[in-house]
């Protein structure tokens, strides 16, 4: 796609930035995670901004019927403009290869699928579906590629579950995994009443999930689950000593701003590491 001219500014856009910037200030260590990010937040954004809604109805009733039959987003649904797709995996790919978030190798693959005009949409579409699907797998020229994947395509889908949660609270939702696009949540906050929202990986819907449950291999057995804060904290993890996965948590009750998903990502870096250091993956 052609260079958009200057795309209108979003507000969300520039204080999860001033976000970003003021947390490079305070942890140096985060400066390329963060220079990453910036960069990942400002093309999704461009992007973003030239996505229509998804073709699929936008009515109440209709929506919370399909929480029944999930994934509510099938990739039928999804407006995707061929030319966008290339453009913002290509670009995606460049800004992390330069931040060394992927090698030269997976640089090049990811070259070769946008080049490649019938496989894309291929590779695309199974990547989409092998979401919350154990039967399915990617396909073979996208394996390995998902980190890349998953930011290049998250304007779409934010684009498509902004559009169905303002019709949805998706309240009659109790699983682990989103019952829009059946992604996994990768954070979660904990709001002022105690409750755990979590947040997909993918498209970033959010819903209500009990709090000391693991989305990830639904364990209830509180003695199976370990719990621990940052030391400013600011943030809580969610263990679980059945499957060893652990979700990160932004704890809302004594906080100055609401969660953001790609700031606190960034920031609760150095929490991954005391998980892994835990055992936990
Ligand atoms: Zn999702
Ligand atoms: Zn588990």
Not at 18 to 44: C, F, T, W
Not at 65 to 78: A, M, S
Not at 80 to 105: C, E, N, Q
Not at 148 to 173: C, N, S, Y
Request: glycine share 4%; aromatic share 6%.
């Amino acid at each position: 796609m052609a260079e958009p001219h200057n795309p209108p500014p979003q507000r969300s856009e520039s204080r999860e930035i001033a976000e970003l910037r003021r947390l490079k200030q305070e942890q140096p260590d985060l400066g390329s995670a963060v220079d990453l990010q910036i960069e990942l937040l400002q093309l999704q954004r461009r992007v973003q901004t030239r996505v229509s809604l998804p073709s699929i109805r936008l009515d109440r009733d209709y929506l919370n019927e399909q929480l029944t039959k999930p994934p509510v987003l099938r990739f039928e649904h999804l407006p995707l403009d061929w030319g966008d797709v290339r453009f913002v995996l290509r670009s995606t790919a460049s800004a992390m290869r330069t931040h060394d978030a992927i090698d030269s190798d997976d640089f090049r693959r990811v070259d070769a699928l946008c080049r490649n005009g019938a496989r894309l949409p291929v590779v695309v579409k199974s990547w989409y579906e092998a979401a919350g699907n154990p039967a399915a797998n990617i396909h073979a020229d996208g394996a390995g590629l998902e980190p890349v994947l998953l930011q290049a395509m998250r304007p779409f889908l934010t684009k498509a579950a902004e559009a169905i949660m303002a019709k949805t609270d998706l309240a009659g939702w109790t699983k682990g995994t989103c019952p829009l696009c059946g992604g996994e949540p990768d954070f979660a906050v904990i709001t002022p009443a105690a409750e755990r929202i979590l947040i997909c990986g993918r498209c970033s819907a959010r819903w209500r999930f009990h709090q000391l449950t693991c989305p990830f291999c639904m364990n209830a057995d509180r003695t199976r689950m370990t719990s621990f804060a940052s030391r400013d904290g600011q943030y809580r993890i969610h263990a679980c000593d059945v499957c060893q996965r652990y979700l990160k948590a932004y704890d809302a009750r004594h906080a100055s701003r609401p969660v953001m998903p790609t700031v606190d990502g960034v920031a609760t870096l150095p929490l991954d590491a005391a998980a892994m250091q835990r055992g936990y993956k």
